[in-house]
């Protein structure tokens, strides 16, 4: 029989009592996990990182060093969050109230960012909510996402704007015209209708 995948939390890592880690996931130094939040299998969260109450995540995802997942994040099966990435939620943040009151977690409402299957966001972006990265989207380092991803997008700048496609294995799609694009590394082809993306024999 195959052995259980065993399930690693460091020493100095911060872990609630009622987080649920999946199989096979690790938990690394100095890395909190808050009260409720999901991990699926398989998952990797690294130095230094924080992953909110509730925050929910699939199957193999990794959250790299000093990345912040807030609260109520939602990551398919997948997901890449790179060093010191930012998930917002708040749409109007302050620390007071108009009295001058110092707010408390029942002023506001978070909002979350939900990243698709198998999307990857780069080092030091941030993703301001309530945007949705759609599955296989790249956003690439230093990028501040305020709108809508779409699959297979390549979003790059300050505010982000498509640059290009990406197939499933993440490498820049070659455009073979007539809307066809062509992942150099698989060799599997996609198909472009106006501002989306999906495999051409899906469509």
Not at 48 to 58: D, E, P, R, T
Not at 66 to 75: D, N, Q, S, T
Not at 83 to 100: K, L, Q, Y
Not at 109 to 125: H, K, L
Request: hydrophobic content about 40%; aromatic content about 6%.
């Amino acid at each position: 029989m195959p052995e259980t995948p065993v399930t690693r939390v460091q020493d100095t890592a911060d872990v609630a009592a009622d987080a649920t880690l999946g199989e096979g996931s690790s938990v690394w130094h100095l890395a909190q996990v808050r009260e409720g939040a999901v991990l699926g299998r398989n998952c990797v969260i690294g130095r230094g990182a924080y992953v909110g109450s509730g925050v929910v995540m699939g199957d193999n995802c990794k959250v790299q060093n000093y990345a912040l997942v807030y609260e109520p994040a939602k990551l398919d099966d997948g997901v890449f969050v790179g060093p010191a990435a930012v998930f917002t939620n708040d749409h109007f943040p302050r620390a007071i109230t108009p009295d001058g009151e110092l707010k408390s977690a029942h002023d506001w409402e978070p909002v979350g960012v939900t990243v698709g299957r198998g999307a990857s966001i780069g080092a030091r972006a941030v993703c301001v909510a309530p945007v949705t990265i759609g599955a296989w989207a790249l956003v690439a380092a230093g990028s501040t996402v305020i709108r809508d991803v779409p699959d297979y997008a390549l979003v790059a700048g300050v505010p982000a704007r498509r640059i290009g496609w990406v197939g499933r294995a993440g490498v820049p799609l070659i455009e073979r015209g007539g809307g066809l694009w062509e992942c150099p590394e698989s060799g599997e082809n996609y198909r472009q209708v106006d501002e989306s993306l999906a495999p051409a024999e899906t469509t």
